[in-house]
């Protein structure tokens, strides 16, 4: 598969095959994706794959925590608190479009949470990989975890597996490090669902909107 049809035909997977993945494919593209650059060479990230058993354990503590509702401190704030435009309405505008896909009203807020909480299932996905990074490291070490995760989409891609990528795992940061076991001063960057799309999923015919180009990118000359 060549890059641009990969960056093309990624895009966040919401609901998944039971088809399982080998781990052969998982390491031999996490294998890949880790001749991702890094400033430094520091190659800060930390990736952690999670199937078989151990993806059941998780699924079932995540269970019960999401049953308690969000009781730990996120790892980090998502996004923002006072998300200025255009990004505001850009976030708006694809949770618009996610739950009409869904045919969940924006008012259900009940319906939408049971929606949420499908990121704790990994959607379904026979693959959970999450991304942690030691908290001493800044925004350019984040920007890093951003290379080794894309090129790991893509790479998955050229083996027709899909994925999505999940930020709002940080909001159990105390939950996966304890599943994890992670050192002391080690942070919940993102968690990755991977595995076959449901073809016949609506959530998953969801083309995502970008910006015209004028938008965001600046040529001078
Ligand atoms: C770092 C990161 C974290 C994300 N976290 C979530 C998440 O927790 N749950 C989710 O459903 N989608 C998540 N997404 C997917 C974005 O919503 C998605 O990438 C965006 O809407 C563009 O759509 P596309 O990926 O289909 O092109 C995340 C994406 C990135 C890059």
């Not at 998944?16 to 001749?35: G, N, Q």
């Not at 999670?50 to 079932?60: E, F, I, N, P, S």
């Not at 001063?185 to 595995?195: E, L």
Request: aromatic letters at 10%; one cysteine or more; hydrophobic letters at 40%.
């Amino acid at each position: 598969m060549d890059i641009t049809t990969a960056v093309t035909t990624r895009r966040s997977v919401r609901d998944f095959l039971d088809t399982p993945v080998p781990e052969a494919t998982l390491r031999k593209v996490i294998e890949t994706a880790l001749r991702s650059p890094s400033g430094g060479n520091l190659q800060p990230w930390h990736l952690h794959v999670v199937t078989g058993d151990a993806l059941d354990r998780l699924k079932t503590l995540m269970r019960e925590k999401v049953s308690k509702g969000f009781n730990e401190l996120p790892e980090y704030e998502i996004y923002p608190p006072k998300l200025q435009s255009p990004y505001r309405e850009r976030r708006y505008e694809i949770g618009e479009l996610m739950y009409r896909q869904l045919g969940i009203a924006r008012e259900d807020k009940a319906a939408r949470f049971k929606w949420f909480q499908r990121n704790f299932e990994f959607f379904g996905a026979p693959v959970g990989l999450f991304c942690t990074v030691d908290e001493n490291m800044g925004p350019p070490q984040w920007s890093d975890l951003g290379m080794v995760l894309q090129t790991l989409m893509l790479l998955l891609r050229s083996e027709g597996l899909d994925s999505c990528a999940q930020e709002s795992w940080a909001l159990y940061p105390n939950t996966i490090s304890e599943f994890l076991n992670l050192p002391d001063g080690r942070k919940v960057f993102a968690g990755m669902a991977i595995g076959h799309a449901n073809p016949d999923s609506p959530v998953n015919q969801l083309t995502s909107p970008r910006a015209p180009m004028a938008e965001n990118v600046q040529f001078l000359s």
